[in-house]
């Protein structure tokens, strides 16, 4: 019984007097034993218990209170978030999935609010065989195959996930339970076989248990060489973007050359350049249609695409695939003090005060022939020059503009007209701040 007591405490987490590792704390079965265990191996000065209430359920009011109470008397830190519906729960697609994502948004929040950096899961052997089972039937490829890793980090963040329980069964965990007297909340959800998992869990795994009894454990070493496999496909993704990959984007001339060499390499490096993004991976039937796309090009040297994919605009423009928001011209305007003692280029307070009065600076939507003088040696130029010369893609060239009544002041992205500035004085800046919500 003390076999989850071991492995976690030979977990290459390292504490001292003020760190604490987090608990992801439902108050189930699996959580319970998680927390008992953790506290066993680390004590409670070192452990804080996390609960999420979806309020999914009437009685999750209940189970908040029964967590508190447990915690208390583990003598554990304790912590928990209440989630919102907008629009209520009828406005969910799917359940399992954004509770899912909201869950873990809001335990990263609570290991960022609370200087945590290590967050355990209680996901076992049992979920594994679950998960592995439930991408089958999706039809994933290798990653949804690899189920969940006993390490990893929490995008964005850095935040390690660990679930040392990945080769104990839910039959150990309830050995171990008993075994110490914990008591623990019974979710009836888990009963609903409207659930795609749950029905896999409740119908599917044992009749399949009546044919391979080693059904969960084989399940999960499968997804284990998946994981592997998956391993070296990301490395030899590596190799090939080494060379394929720009400041301003990923070169598709190299990507199709790799093509027309091996089609399979060709699309597993560009699911690895798209995950490096942060895009989630687009589908077999996707990859297919953006090749077609690229093959129908009659002018490959400058004519440009456009796809959406996973909230993002993906543009090919010269042979080079980027990234970018659904629109970039969102944002505003700001004016920021310079320090008096630098050298700065700004616009002079007595003349800033003066164009505030007279409302005499504007935005203004590019209209062709502006001109703007970005650098000392250089002359005015046309915005239309300026942008080839910077090899700005043509849909950056709406840029927002702010005008000191008929001069260009400034262009987002571009900087600021130098004839109207000056080194001395007090001055303002203006600086265009990007509207990052949307």
């Known amino acids: 019984m003390g076999s989850s007591k071991t492995h976690l405490a030979n977990k290459n987490i390292t504490v001292d007097s003020a760190t604490r590792i987090a608990v992801a704390y439902s108050g189930g079965l699996d959580s319970t034993v998680l927390l008992h265990s953790t506290v066993a191996a680390y004590g409670p000065e070192h452990v804080i218990a996390f609960h ?56 990263a929040q609570m290991c960022e609010q609370h200087g945590v950096t290590d967050l355990l899961l209680g996901h076992h052997q049992d979920d594994q065989a679950e998960t592995v089972l439930l991408q089958l039937l999706r039809g994933s490829g290798l990653p949804g195959l690899s189920g969940m890793s006993t390490q990893r980090g929490l995008e964005k963040t850095g935040i390690r996930v660990w679930r040392p ?22 979710d009836p959800s888990n009963q609903d076989d409207h659930f795609t998992r749950n029905f896999i869990r409740l119908r599917i795994i044992p009749v399949l248990e009546k044919v391979q009894p080693q059904l969960r454990r084989n399940l999960s070493r499968s997804a284990s060489h998946m ?17 394929m990959t720009t400041k301003v984007g990923l070169d598709m001339t190299a990507l199709t050359a790799l093509r027309f060499e091996d089609m399979a390499r060709a699309n597993n490096a560009l699911r690895r350049w798209l995950f490096l993004q942060g895009l989630n991976m687009p589908s077999q039937e996707r990859l297919n249609a953006w090749w077609v796309d690229l093959t129908q090009l009659k002018d490959t040297a400058d004519h440009q695409l456009l796809w959406v994919h996973d909230g993002k605009y993906l543009r090919v423009w010269r042979q080079k695939l980027s990234v970018s928001e659904t629109d970039i011209t969102l944002g505003r305007w700001e004016f920021s003090e310079i320090d008096t003692d630098s050298d700065e280029l700004g616009l ?23 001109k703007i003088r970005i650098h000392p040696r250089q002359p005015r130029k046309t915005l239309k020059k300026i ?5 700005v893609p043509p849909w950056q060239r709406t840029a927002r503009i702010l005008c000191l009544d008929s001069e260009v002041l400034a262009v987002a992205g571009v900087g600021l007209h ?12 203006p600086v265009f701040i990007k509207d990052t919500t949307h």
């Open 418 to 429: 130098i004839d109207l500035l000056t080194q001395y004085g007090p001055r303002v800046k």
């Open 227 to 243: 994981a592997d496999a998956q391993h070296l496909l990301d490395q030899l993704a590596d190799i090939d973007l080494n060379v």
């Open 165 to 186: 329980f990945m080769d104990l069964t839910r039959k150990d965990l309830e050995s171990y339970a008993k075994e110490y007297q914990l008591e623990w909340i019974e």
């Open 52 to 107: 999420i209430n979806h309020g999914l359920q009437e009685v999750a009011d209940d189970w908040v209170m029964h967590c508190a109470n447990v915690t208390k008397s583990f003598e554990v830190a304790f912590d928990f978030r209440l989630l919102s519906w907008p629009g209520g729960l009828g406005a969910l697609s799917n359940v399992e999935a954004q509770a899912r994502e909201a869950r873990y948004e809001a335990l």
């Open 387 to 391: 942008f080839q010369e910077l090899d």
């Open 348 to 370: 002079a307070i007595d003349v800033y005060q003066i164009a505030i009065a007279n409302q005499a600076l504007q935005e203004k939507v590019r209209s062709g022939g502006e």
